[in-house]
Protein backbone atom coordinates (compact mmCIF):
# COMPACT_ATOMS: atom_id res chain seq x y z
CA UNK A 1 0.00 0.00 0.00
CA UNK A 2 1.18 3.73 -0.85
CA UNK A 3 2.41 4.80 2.55
CA UNK A 4 0.68 8.34 1.31
CA UNK A 5 -2.71 6.33 0.80
CA UNK A 6 -4.58 6.39 -2.22
CA UNK A 7 -6.26 9.72 -2.21
CA UNK A 8 -3.37 11.08 -2.13
CA UNK A 9 -1.27 9.31 -5.28
CA UNK A 10 -2.20 12.13 -7.43
CA UNK A 11 -0.56 14.65 -5.13
CA UNK A 12 1.81 12.44 -3.98
CA UNK A 13 3.29 12.07 -8.03
CA UNK A 14 3.08 15.76 -8.41
CA UNK A 15 5.11 16.57 -5.23
CA UNK A 16 7.87 14.11 -6.30
CA UNK A 17 7.80 15.43 -9.77
CA UNK A 18 8.43 18.63 -8.49
CA UNK A 19 11.19 17.47 -5.93
CA UNK A 20 13.05 15.77 -9.53
CA UNK A 21 12.82 19.31 -10.91
CA UNK A 22 13.91 20.96 -7.92
CA UNK A 23 16.77 18.83 -7.44
CA UNK A 24 17.91 19.16 -11.10
CA UNK A 25 17.92 22.97 -10.46
CA UNK A 26 20.00 22.97 -6.71
CA UNK A 27 22.52 20.55 -8.72
CA UNK A 28 22.87 23.46 -11.66
CA UNK A 29 23.28 26.16 -8.93
CA UNK A 30 25.62 24.30 -6.83
CA UNK A 31 27.80 23.66 -9.93
CA UNK A 32 28.03 26.88 -11.07
CA UNK A 33 28.42 28.34 -7.59
CA UNK A 34 31.69 25.81 -7.38
CA UNK A 35 33.07 26.82 -10.17
CA UNK A 36 33.46 30.42 -8.63
CA UNK A 37 34.52 28.45 -5.26
CA UNK A 38 37.42 26.85 -7.30
CA UNK A 39 38.57 29.76 -8.55
CA UNK A 40 39.25 31.53 -5.36
CA UNK A 41 39.73 28.63 -3.14
CA UNK A 42 42.74 29.35 -0.84
CA UNK A 43 40.74 32.76 -0.10
CA UNK A 44 37.90 30.75 0.63
CA UNK A 45 40.33 28.35 3.27
CA UNK A 46 41.39 31.79 4.91
CA UNK A 47 38.30 33.47 5.26
CA UNK A 48 36.53 30.30 6.40
CA UNK A 49 34.92 31.76 9.50
CA UNK A 50 33.97 34.83 7.51
CA UNK A 51 30.72 36.98 8.35
CA UNK A 52 30.07 37.69 4.52
CA UNK A 53 28.80 34.78 1.46
CA UNK A 54 31.39 37.35 -0.41
CA UNK A 55 34.22 38.68 1.73
CA UNK A 56 36.61 35.37 0.57
CA UNK A 57 35.77 36.69 -3.02
CA UNK A 58 36.56 40.40 -1.92
CA UNK A 59 40.36 39.48 -0.44
CA UNK A 60 40.88 37.34 -3.31
CA UNK A 61 40.51 40.37 -6.04
CA UNK A 62 41.93 42.56 -3.55
CA UNK A 63 45.24 41.28 -3.36
CA UNK A 64 45.41 40.52 -6.94
CA UNK A 65 44.65 44.69 -7.37
CA UNK A 66 47.55 45.01 -4.49
CA UNK A 67 50.00 43.33 -6.74
CA UNK A 68 49.14 45.28 -9.87
CA UNK A 69 49.44 48.46 -7.94
CA UNK A 70 52.94 48.17 -6.61
CA UNK A 71 54.30 46.28 -9.74
CA UNK A 72 55.79 47.90 -12.46
CA UNK A 73 53.72 47.41 -15.76
CA UNK A 74 55.53 44.51 -17.79
CA UNK A 75 57.60 45.84 -20.91
CA UNK A 76 55.00 46.75 -23.93
CA UNK A 77 52.77 47.92 -21.33
CA UNK A 78 52.35 51.25 -20.01
CA UNK A 79 50.73 52.60 -16.77
CA UNK A 80 47.20 53.26 -18.09
CA UNK A 81 47.01 49.28 -19.54
CA UNK A 82 47.87 48.78 -15.72
CA UNK A 83 44.95 50.74 -14.99
CA UNK A 84 42.40 49.27 -17.37
CA UNK A 85 43.58 45.92 -15.94
CA UNK A 86 42.46 46.93 -12.48
CA UNK A 87 39.69 48.37 -13.33
CA UNK A 88 38.43 45.29 -15.49
CA UNK A 89 39.00 42.93 -11.83
CA UNK A 90 36.63 45.56 -9.82
CA UNK A 91 34.14 44.96 -12.28
CA UNK A 92 35.10 41.30 -12.31
CA UNK A 93 34.55 41.30 -8.44
CA UNK A 94 31.54 42.98 -7.86
CA UNK A 95 29.95 40.97 -10.72
CA UNK A 96 31.31 37.46 -9.20
CA UNK A 97 30.08 38.67 -5.56
CA UNK A 98 26.58 39.33 -6.76
CA UNK A 99 26.39 35.80 -8.40
CA UNK A 100 27.62 34.43 -5.46
CA UNK A 101 24.95 36.18 -3.94
CA UNK A 102 22.05 35.36 -6.40
CA UNK A 103 23.27 31.62 -6.77
CA UNK A 104 23.06 31.62 -2.43
CA UNK A 105 19.51 32.62 -2.49
CA UNK A 106 18.55 30.13 -5.34
CA UNK A 107 19.80 27.45 -3.83
CA UNK A 108 18.36 28.51 -0.17
CA UNK A 109 14.32 29.10 -2.04
CA UNK A 110 15.32 25.31 -4.26
CA UNK A 111 15.64 24.09 -0.98
CA UNK A 112 12.40 26.12 1.15
CA UNK A 113 10.09 24.70 -1.66
CA UNK A 114 11.62 20.96 -1.59
CA UNK A 115 10.80 21.17 2.31
CA UNK A 116 7.46 22.36 1.32
CA UNK A 117 6.32 20.43 -1.85
CA UNK A 118 4.19 17.49 0.38
CA UNK A 119 2.54 19.51 2.25
CA UNK A 120 -0.45 19.19 -0.15
CA UNK A 121 -0.56 15.95 1.11
CA UNK A 122 -3.49 14.90 3.79
CA UNK A 123 -3.14 13.01 6.21
CA UNK A 124 0.71 12.76 6.66
CA UNK A 125 2.21 10.57 8.94
CA UNK A 126 5.56 10.76 10.53
CA UNK A 127 7.81 7.60 9.86
CA UNK A 128 11.33 6.64 10.93
CA UNK A 129 13.07 3.70 9.36
CA UNK A 130 13.51 0.79 11.72
CA UNK A 131 14.08 -2.28 9.37
CA UNK A 132 16.62 -3.12 6.81
CA UNK A 133 16.38 -6.25 5.09
CA UNK A 134 20.02 -7.35 2.93
CA UNK A 135 20.75 -9.49 0.64
CA UNK A 136 24.60 -10.52 0.36
CA UNK A 137 26.04 -12.39 -2.37
CA UNK A 138 24.89 -13.70 -6.11
CA UNK A 139 21.34 -13.43 -6.84
CA UNK A 140 21.55 -17.38 -6.79
CA UNK A 141 22.60 -17.97 -3.77
CA UNK A 142 24.69 -15.58 -0.80
CA UNK A 143 23.20 -14.78 2.83
CA UNK A 144 20.02 -12.97 4.42
CA UNK A 145 20.85 -10.03 6.36
CA UNK A 146 18.32 -8.39 8.74
CA UNK A 147 19.01 -4.59 10.59
CA UNK A 148 16.85 -4.07 13.22
CA UNK A 149 16.58 -0.70 14.92
CA UNK A 150 16.68 -0.19 18.80
CA UNK A 151 14.38 1.90 19.92
CA UNK A 152 15.90 3.44 23.19
CA UNK A 153 18.70 4.36 21.37
CA UNK A 154 20.83 5.49 18.09
CA UNK A 155 22.39 1.63 17.62
CA UNK A 156 21.16 -0.83 15.43
CA UNK A 157 20.99 -4.61 15.60
CA UNK A 158 22.59 -6.92 12.90
CA UNK A 159 21.09 -10.26 12.67
CA UNK A 160 22.86 -13.14 10.23
CA UNK A 161 23.11 -16.73 10.18
CA UNK A 162 26.42 -16.20 12.07
CA UNK A 163 25.73 -14.19 14.77
CA UNK A 164 23.74 -10.70 15.77
CA UNK A 165 25.69 -7.62 16.22
CA UNK A 166 25.04 -3.72 17.33
CA UNK A 167 26.41 -1.52 14.81
CA UNK A 168 25.91 2.46 14.29
CA UNK A 169 23.46 4.27 12.14
CA UNK A 170 26.55 5.11 9.99
CA UNK A 171 27.69 0.87 9.51
CA UNK A 172 24.42 -0.13 8.78
CA UNK A 173 24.08 2.69 6.00
CA UNK A 174 27.55 1.34 4.79
CA UNK A 175 26.39 -2.17 4.84
CA UNK A 176 23.58 -2.14 2.64
CA UNK A 177 24.37 0.60 0.58
CA UNK A 178 24.84 -1.47 -2.75
CA UNK A 179 27.49 -0.24 -5.07
CA UNK A 180 30.51 -1.97 -5.92
CA UNK A 181 29.68 -4.48 -3.56
CA UNK A 182 27.34 -7.89 -3.28
CA UNK A 183 25.67 -6.51 -0.62
CA UNK A 184 22.09 -4.23 -0.89
CA UNK A 185 18.62 -3.85 0.33
CA UNK A 186 15.59 -5.31 -0.93
CA UNK A 187 13.17 -3.81 1.48
CA UNK A 188 12.98 -1.19 3.93
CA UNK A 189 10.61 -1.15 7.30
CA UNK A 190 9.00 1.77 8.77
CA UNK A 191 6.79 2.48 11.92
CA UNK A 192 4.90 5.61 12.76
CA UNK A 193 6.33 7.75 15.20
CA UNK A 194 3.27 7.99 17.39
CA UNK A 195 3.10 4.09 17.64
CA UNK A 196 6.34 4.22 19.64
CA UNK A 197 5.28 7.10 21.57
CA UNK A 198 2.30 5.26 22.46
CA UNK A 199 3.40 2.04 22.54
CA UNK A 200 3.70 0.32 26.01
CA UNK A 201 3.50 -3.73 25.62
CA UNK A 202 6.71 -4.80 26.26
CA UNK A 203 8.17 -6.39 23.09
CA UNK A 204 8.86 -9.91 24.45
CA UNK A 205 4.86 -9.94 25.96
CA UNK A 206 3.64 -8.95 22.71
CA UNK A 207 5.72 -11.74 20.91
CA UNK A 208 4.47 -14.12 23.36
CA UNK A 209 0.88 -13.60 22.30
CA UNK A 210 0.69 -13.83 19.00
CA UNK A 211 3.05 -17.26 18.97
CA UNK A 212 1.16 -20.40 19.47
CA UNK A 213 1.04 -21.62 23.07
CA UNK A 214 3.08 -25.06 22.01
CA UNK A 215 5.58 -23.18 20.88
CA UNK A 216 6.25 -20.66 23.54
CA UNK A 217 6.47 -23.95 25.72
CA UNK A 218 9.29 -25.39 23.81
CA UNK A 219 11.35 -21.72 23.70
CA UNK A 220 10.84 -21.50 27.06
CA UNK A 221 11.92 -25.38 28.19
CA UNK A 222 15.00 -25.14 24.98
CA UNK A 223 16.26 -21.87 27.18
CA UNK A 224 15.61 -23.04 30.68
CA UNK A 225 18.20 -26.16 29.40
CA UNK A 226 20.62 -23.74 27.75
CA UNK A 227 21.18 -21.59 31.15
CA UNK A 228 21.52 -24.92 32.83
CA UNK A 229 24.30 -26.19 30.79
CA UNK A 230 25.79 -22.75 30.63
CA UNK A 231 25.98 -23.10 34.66
CA UNK A 232 27.60 -26.45 34.48
CA UNK A 233 30.23 -25.45 31.89
CA UNK A 234 31.20 -22.86 34.76
CA UNK A 235 31.03 -25.38 37.57
CA UNK A 236 32.65 -27.91 35.99
CA UNK A 237 36.38 -26.09 35.93
CA UNK A 238 36.36 -25.22 39.45
CA UNK A 239 35.33 -29.24 40.42
CA UNK A 240 38.35 -29.97 38.07
CA UNK A 241 40.45 -26.84 39.93
CA UNK A 242 39.32 -29.01 43.78
CA UNK A 243 40.48 -32.27 42.79
CA UNK A 244 44.07 -31.84 41.21
CA UNK A 245 46.84 -33.16 42.41
Known amino acids: MDRFLAKNRVAASRARSEVVNLRQRLATCSSELLKIYDFVDREKILLEKSPSETDWIDSAYARVL??????????????????????????????????????????????????????????????????????????????????????????????????????????????????????????LLYLRNDEIQNRVTDVGDEARSLLPTRIVRDVEAKNKRFTEDLEDAWEKPDQHESIAP
Request: hydrophobic fraction near 40%; avoid cysteine.
Open 66 to 187: RRLEVASPPQGFDRNAMEQASHLLREMQKAEASEVLALQAAIDELLAREAEAYNEIDGKESYFLFGVFVHDGEPAGGHYIAFIKNLGDDQWTKFSDLNALTLSTEEVSRASFGGTSKASAYS
